[in-house]
């Protein structure tokens, strides 16, 4: 308690250079006390300045004053000791390795608390006293602790560089603006501070402008998540009820070809023991008959047995032989067949409503301001890194085009083939969609011999009758490069466009569905691009094909 009281009268006593109690005191002219030590290394500093001064009050002495010991102070200071003031600064006032330390302090230097750039000094609290007292040092700029103070000291002329130059971008001082800059364009570092403050201005304002719009982006985003996971929650459990409903009525489908096979196999089996019963009695009969006449005839009284044979001889005629017609193992081969035909029929429902399940859920595109778009693909080894493998779809088939190869062929013949009725099939125009519909980047090749169409369409393109709807490029379903021995045209809503490009009996075909590019190139050992298109696509695409007469397109398989 003792020691906090009279805490004031130390800091009142102390030497502002090293902070503590002096040792040794003595006085400088200007009436300031300090360690005879502290104020002896200070001065030794400044020797080859020629000009001394007052750490405190900055007062310059032209010779280097006489220390006097000041022996009232000596005597207090030893007081003051015997009462407890010899505490010294607590630890954390202590500059570390990481901190700016005191200028001015002596020993182990304090924290410095402020940085002038005038004096290119840092000070702690008591050495930065005069800078608060004192009229002239009032002018200085005080900036937060800075390591970097001897930055704005110019090497060359030991001058604070005050003033920057446009010409070289750099910071100098006076003495380099009119030397080694002279005639440059240089300006006071305040007024270029000014300039770049307002630039700083500018940058922030769009900095934040770009946040603000990011923000918005990441909202937006977020809605579409959680529009993403709702819709995707919604499709399963509507999947989920038309698939329950569709087992359920499987299993009641099921249980009644079951019942029914059972009960007609029960009526039949009654109907066949029926007869077998009526046929045992018969036989029965007949066996008890042969015995009586068996019997007869080993009697040797003529007139006995000439009475008794009527009665014996005259048989009825069954009635239930001729009734008689078996079926071996092919009762219910009928009900068999229904039933495959069930299974076929549904499982080419379930494997095309799954390629449009696929398609319609294969991408959910999200998009920014502008996305960054795939390199495009230069020679073929990177084209094939993105081909596909594509097949045609029977059921689109001109009932005139023979498939085959796996359905990757398709050649004109003038016999009909032998297909089943379709809604998807092409009517009148001698044509065939691939089976698999396409998305993101796609590459695939054709391999043809005549006249032949190259072409994509949307799955709704018309299919039934001659009308221009249902044939490739003569709609705005369909894009379509025509290719023969001579030359090239490409087709799209009725307008045909000439192409140029060298003969080759295979066609490649690049399709970026994101990007809107359909690419046609001549295939040989380089590759040629024949046409382009740059459009949006609003829905997957199918490669198709047409086929005119004699001639026949193979979709390649590409390794």
Same mark, same amino acid.
């Given at each position: 308690?003792?020691?906090?009281?009279?805490?004031?009268?130390?800091?009142?006593?102390?030497?502002?250079?090293?902070?503590?109690?002096?040792?040794?005191?003595?006085?400088?002219?200007?009436?300031?006390?300090?360690? $005879?030590?502290?104020?002896?290394?200070?001065?030794?500093?400044?020797?080859?300045?020629?000009?001394?001064?007052?750490?405190?009050?900055?007062?310059?002495?032209?010779?280097?004053?006489?220390?006097?010991?000041?022996?009232?102070?000596?005597?207090?200071?030893?007081?003051? $000791?015997?009462?407890?003031?010899?505490?010294?600064?607590?630890?954390?006032?202590?500059?570390?390795?990481?901190?700016?330390?005191?200028?001015?302090?002596?020993?182990?230097?304090? @924290?410095?608390?402020? &940085?002038?750039? +005038?004096?290119?000094?840092?000070?702690?609290?008591?050495?930065?006293?005069?800078?608060?007292?004192?009229?002239?040092?009032?002018?200085?700029?005080?900036?937060?602790? #800075?390591?970097?103070?001897?930055?704005?000291?110019?090497?060359?002329?030991?001058?604070?560089?005050?003033?920057?130059?446009?010409?070289?971008? +750099?910071?100098?001082?006076?003495?380099?603006?009119?030397?080694?800059?002279?005639?440059?364009?240089?300006?006071?570092?305040? /007024?270029? *501070?000014?300039?770049?403050?307002?630039?700083?201005?500018?940058?922030?304002?769009?900095?934040?402008?770009?946040?603000?719009?990011?923000?918005?982006?990441?909202?937006?985003?977020?809605?579409?998540?959680?529009?993403?996971?709702?819709?995707?929650? $919604?499709?399963?459990?509507?999947?989920?009820?038309?698939?329950?409903?569709?087992?359920?009525?499987?299993?009641?489908?099921?249980?009644?070809?079951?019942?029914?096979?059972?009960? =007609?196999?029960?009526?039949?089996?009654?109907?066949?023991?029926?007869?077998?019963?009526?046929?045992?009695?018969?036989?029965?009969?007949?066996?008890?008959?042969?015995?009586?006449?068996?019997?007869?005839?080993?009697?040797?009284?003529?007139?006995?047995?000439?009475?008794?044979?009527?009665?014996?001889?005259?048989? &009825?005629?069954?009635?239930?032989?001729?009734?008689?017609?078996?079926?071996?193992?092919?009762?219910?081969?009928?009900?068999?067949?229904?039933?495959?035909?069930? *299974?076929?029929?549904?499982?080419?429902?379930? @494997?095309?409503?799954?390629?449009?399940?696929? =398609?319609?859920?294969?991408?959910?595109?999200?998009?920014?301001?502008?996305?960054? %778009?795939?390199?495009?693909?230069?020679?073929?080894?990177?084209?094939?890194?993105?081909?596909?493998?594509?097949?045609?779809?029977?059921?689109?088939?001109?009932?005139?085009?023979?498939?085959?190869?796996?359905?990757?062929?398709?050649?004109?013949?003038?016999?009909?083939?032998?297909?089943?009725?379709?809604?998807?099939?092409?009517?009148?125009?001698?044509?065939?969609?691939?089976?698999?519909?396409?998305?993101?980047?796609?590459?695939?090749?054709?391999?043809?011999?005549?006249?032949?169409?190259?072409?994509?369409?949307?799955?709704?393109?018309?299919?039934?009758?001659?009308?221009?709807?249902?044939?490739?490029?003569?709609?705005?379903? #369909?894009?379509?490069?025509?290719?023969?021995?001579?030359?090239?045209?490409?087709?799209?809503?009725?307008?045909?466009? %000439?192409?140029?490009?060298?003969?080759? &009996? @295979?066609?490649?075909?690049?399709?970026?569905?994101?990007?809107?590019?359909?690419?046609?190139?001549?295939?040989?050992?380089?590759?040629?691009?024949?046409?382009?298109?740059?459009?949006?696509?609003?829905?997957?695409?199918? /490669?198709?094909?047409?086929?005119?007469?004699?001639?026949?397109?193979?979709?390649?398989?590409?390794?």
């Amino acid at each position: 308690m003792a020691q906090k009281g009279v805490q004031p009268y130390r800091e009142t006593f102390s030497c502002s250079i090293c902070l503590d109690l002096p040792k040794d005191p003595v006085t400088v002219p200007c009436g300031h006390s300090y360690c $005879k030590n502290c104020i002896k290394a200070h001065w030794d500093t400044e020797d080859e300045k020629r000009d001394y001064s007052c750490p405190q009050c900055r007062q310059t002495f032209t010779r280097r004053p006489v220390l006097g010991k000041n022996t009232m102070l000596a005597d207090l200071v030893e007081e003051l $000791k015997k009462t407890g003031l010899q505490a010294a600064p607590s630890d954390h006032c202590y500059a570390g390795p990481e901190d700016v330390a005191c200028d001015v302090c002596t020993g182990r230097k304090l @924290r410095a608390s402020k &940085s002038c750039l +005038q004096c290119l000094a840092s000070y702690c609290e008591k050495h930065l006293q005069p800078h608060f007292e004192i009229r002239v040092f009032k002018k200085h700029k005080l900036v937060e602790p #800075s390591k970097k103070l001897p930055e704005n000291v110019c090497s060359r002329h030991d001058e604070v560089m005050k003033m920057f130059c446009h010409t070289d971008q +750099q910071f100098i001082c006076y003495l380099c603006s009119v030397d080694e800059h002279k005639g440059h364009d240089t300006v006071s570092a305040a /007024a270029e *501070r000014t300039e770049r403050q307002r630039e700083l201005k500018g940058t922030r304002l769009n900095i934040q402008q770009r946040i603000q719009d990011r923000e918005k982006d990441v909202k937006l985003l977020q809605q579409e998540v959680e529009v993403i996971n709702g819709s995707a929650d $919604k499709a399963v459990e509507h999947s989920e009820e038309m698939f329950t409903e569709l087992i359920r009525l499987m299993e009641k489908r099921r249980s009644d070809v079951k019942q029914q096979v059972r009960s =007609q196999q029960e009526t039949e089996v009654s109907r066949v023991k029926e007869l077998q019963e009526k046929l045992e009695q018969e036989i029965t009969e007949l066996k008890r008959r042969d015995a009586e006449l068996q019997k007869l005839s080993h009697t040797e009284d003529h007139n006995q047995f000439l009475q008794d044979y009527p009665s014996l001889s005259g048989l &009825s005629g069954s009635t239930h032989s001729c009734s008689i017609k078996t079926r071996p193992l092919s009762y219910f081969e009928d009900v068999t067949a229904a039933v495959s035909g069930v *299974r076929d029929k549904l499982q080419d429902v379930l @494997r095309e409503g799954w390629t449009n399940i696929s =398609q319609t859920g294969t991408e959910v595109n999200v998009l920014l301001s502008q996305p960054r %778009p795939e390199p495009e693909p230069k020679t073929r080894a990177e084209f094939l890194k993105y081909s596909r493998d594509i097949t045609l779809d029977p059921n689109t088939a001109y009932t005139k085009l023979l498939l085959s190869d796996g359905n990757r062929k398709a050649t004109y013949t003038f016999q009909v083939q032998s297909y089943s009725s379709h809604p998807d099939r092409f009517t009148d125009w001698f044509q065939v969609l691939s089976r698999e519909g396409l998305t993101g980047r796609c590459y695939w090749e054709v391999e043809r011999r005549g006249g032949v169409f190259v072409a994509v369409a949307y799955k709704n393109i018309s299919r039934a009758g001659s009308s221009l709807e249902c044939l490739f490029g003569r709609n705005d379903k #369909s894009w379509s490069l025509y290719c023969d021995n001579t030359r090239y045209y490409f087709l799209f809503n009725q307008v045909e466009t %000439p192409v140029s490009g060298p003969q080759s &009996s @295979r066609v490649g075909v690049c399709l970026d569905h994101r990007a809107g590019t359909l690419s046609f190139y001549s295939v040989s050992k380089t590759m040629t691009l024949l046409h382009r298109v740059q459009t949006t696509f609003t829905q997957p695409l199918h /490669a198709g094909l047409c086929v005119y007469y004699s001639g026949s397109a193979e979709l390649c398989r590409l390794e």
